[in-house]
C-alpha cells in the first residue's frame, strides 16, 4: 500500500500528495479510496513530478470511476485527451480558448449526462509563459454566502449554453459559427447544487447564461458578481506546471481555467475524464 502524505495549499481548495508510487497504481490496494476522500476534502490533488504515462494514468482513473472514452481518436491511447491549442494533434482546438475563461466541464451536454466527477491532467510539454491552471472551490463559494442570499439563490435556476462560453472568444460569429454553437442544446440548473453528501455549491461560469424569470442584465449582472466573489486571489489555487505534475480535481464542486498562453506555444496536457454519476439538482 502506497502511503501518502496530503498537505494543504490553502485554505479553500488545493492540497499536494506526495508517497504516491506509480508502480503501485494498478495493485489492489485502497489508494483510489483514500484518493477520493482527499478530493472530497480538498477539491484540488496535485502530484508533482509523478511523470505517469499515458497508459497507467487511465488505469489509475478507473480507480475512481467510469473513463470517459467519447473522444477516442485524438490519441492513440483510448481515455487520453489532448489539451493544446495545436490543431494537428487536436481537431477541436479552437473550442479549447473558452478554457481561458472560468468553468465547471459538462453543464452544456450533448445529451442528458452528469457533470464529470473528476478530472485527471499530466503535462507533458508547458509553455515558457502563461498556461498555469486556476481553481476555485464552488463549495466555499456557497459557504460564503449570507444566510439571506443562500435562501433567496436556493430558489433561482440558470440556463447554461455553448453559446455563452463562446461569445466570450468571438463576441461577433459567424453565421455558420453560430449556428454550430445553437446546435448544441441549452440546459436548465438550479443555481446552487445540492449534492448527496448534503454540500451545496454554485453552478457558475463561462456556460451561465441567465437566470431565469430574472432581467437579463440584472441576472447576468448577478452572476458576475458571484464569480467574481468565488475567485478573487485569496480563494484560487494556481498551479504552475512543470513536466510530470499531474492534477486532479473535482468537478462538481471546482471552478477552473487555463491563464493565457501563446497560441502557437507547444504547451500539451493529457487529459483522462472521470464519468459523473450525479445530477445537478
Not at 492540497?15 to 489492489?28: I, S, Y
Request: with cysteine; net charge negative; hydrophobic share 35%.
Amino acid at each position: 500500500m502506497s502511503l501518502l502524505t496530503i498537505t494543504k495549499l490553502s485554505d479553500s481548495v488545493g492540497a499536494e500528495v506526495t508517497g504516491l508510487d506509480p508502480a503501485h497504481l494498478a495493485a489492489d490496494d485502497p489508494v483510489g479510496e483514500t484518493i477520493l476522500d482527499a478530493l472530497e476534502d480538498n477539491g484540488v490533488l496535485v502530484f508533482r513530478g509523478l511523470h505517469l504515462d499515458p497508459e497507467a494514468q487511465v488505469a489509475f482513473c478507473h480507480r475512481l470511476g467510469a473513463i470517459d472514452y467519447s473522444s477516442d481518436g485524438h490519441h492513440p491511447v483510448a481515455g487520453i485527451y489532448p489539451v493544446t491549442l495545436d490543431k494537428s494533434k487536436n481537431s477541436s482546438a479552437a473550442y479549447l480558448k473558452a478554457t481561458f475563461d472560468w468553468h465547471i466541464d459538462g453543464c452544456t451536454p450533448t445529451g442528458d449526462d452528469y457533470p464529470q466527477k473528476a478530472t485527471v491532467l499530466s503535462a507533458k510539454q508547458v509553455a515558457e509563459r502563461g498556461g498555469e491552471t486556476e481553481f476555485a472551490s464552488s463549495y466555499a463559494a456557497y459557504d460564503a454566502l449570507t444566510g439571506d442570499e443562500k435562501d433567496r439563490y436556493g430558489a433561482l435556476r440558470v440556463v447554461h449554453s455553448l453559446e455563452a462560453s463562446q461569445r466570450r472568444i468571438t463576441p461577433n460569429p459567424t453565421p455558420k459559427q453560430l449556428a454550430q454553437w445553437r446546435s448544441r442544446r441549452t440546459h436548465e440548473h438550479p443555481l446552487v447544487w445540492t449534492h448527496r453528501s448534503g454540500r451545496k455549491s454554485l453552478v457558475l461560469g463561462a456556460s451561465a447564461d441567465y437566470v431565469v424569470g430574472m432581467d437579463l442584465d440584472e441576472g447576468r449582472a448577478l452572476l458576475t458578481d458571484l464569480l467574481d466573489r468565488a475567485t478573487v486571489p485569496d480563494r484560487v489555487y494556481s498551479h504552475n506546471w512543470s513536466v510530470g505534475d499531474t492534477v486532479i480535481w473535482d468537478n462538481r464542486g471546482v471552478l477552473h481555467r487555463a491563464a493565457p498562453y501563446d497560441p502557437d506555444s507547444q504547451r500539451e496536457m493529457l487529459r483522462t475524464t472521470v464519468l459523473g454519476d450525479e445530477p445537478i439538482q
